[in-house]
């Protein structure tokens, strides 16, 4: 069962452009979603996360947008550049005993920026 | 570094061997979480380690993976009698539980290769 699923698989956009990539969750204990950048032969970086009381957070070029009731998130990454280029994952957490925030991942958006 | 370090960054290995994989967290982090990253499955929750004990174990797939952790810091996964489907990076992330917990950070990954 997969409790997180991330589209698209893959994105190319233009230079200056806008990336968008979209999650989608099941289970409605999740209260902190984060979104990770990874560059090929690096560990995932935490970029930005948010919690299900704010329907968005912004910082620099890159927002994320919760839909609780939906229950989506999605990432928007404002005049993409080609240093952008890599692979994105949403995740989710919830308390599950102690301090334990383990992270439920997506399966990951390969995005290329072309200059 | 101030980061978190793994080590080995490449290990090979003949199916039957036995192999240990290191985590140095970031230093004071009290938690440390180890996931798998490999084509099929994306990235997947193993253990979580808070101090030296380690209350969630869920994600180990078999009884041939085992970790430990010693002094609240350094953190070994062992495994046994390797399998090929056992080849994939493996993540090691830490996070302070006394500031931001839920924020993990993660390490270069060792990527094991089983022959």
């Known amino acids: 069962q997969q409790q997180v699923k991330q589209s698209p698989q893959s994105l190319i956009v233009q230079k200056g452009g806008i990336s968008i990539i979209n999650c989608a969750y099941e289970n409605t204990a999740f209260d902190y979603f984060p979104w990770y950048q990874q560059f090929p032969g690096k560990g995932p970086a935490l970029l930005i996360a948010i919690r299900p009381d704010v329907s968005e957070k912004k910082e620099g070029r890159f927002t994320i947008s919760f839909n609780k009731s939906a229950k989506q998130f999605s990432l928007h990454i404002m005049d993409s550049q080609p240093g952008d280029s890599a692979t994105y994952f949403c995740a989710a957490s919830m308390m599950s005993g102690g301090s334990n925030y383990k992270l439920t991942f997506g399966k990951g958006t390969l995005l290329t920026v072309n200059p | 570094g101030a980061g978190v370090s793994q080590s080995p960054s490449n290990k090979v290995t003949e199916k039957g061997k036995d192999v240990e994989l290191r985590c140095d967290p970031i230093?004071?982090?009290?938690?440390l979480y180890w996931y798998r990253q490999s084509l099929g499955q994306g990235l997947e929750f193993l253990i979580y380690f808070q101090g030296n004990s380690a209350p969630d174990k869920s994600g180990l797939p078999s009884d041939r993976f085992s970790a430990e952790r010693t002094g609240g810091s350094v953190s070994t996964l062992t495994i046994q009698r390797t399998q090929q489907e056992d080849s994939a990076v493996y993540l090691c992330?830490?996070?302070?539980?006394?500031?931001?917990?839920?924020?993990?950070?993660f390490g270069p990954g060792t990527r094991l290769t089983v022959l």
């Open positions: 992330a830490s996070s302070f539980f006394g500031g931001a917990p839920r924020a993990q950070y």
């Open positions: 230093s004071g982090h009290t938690a």
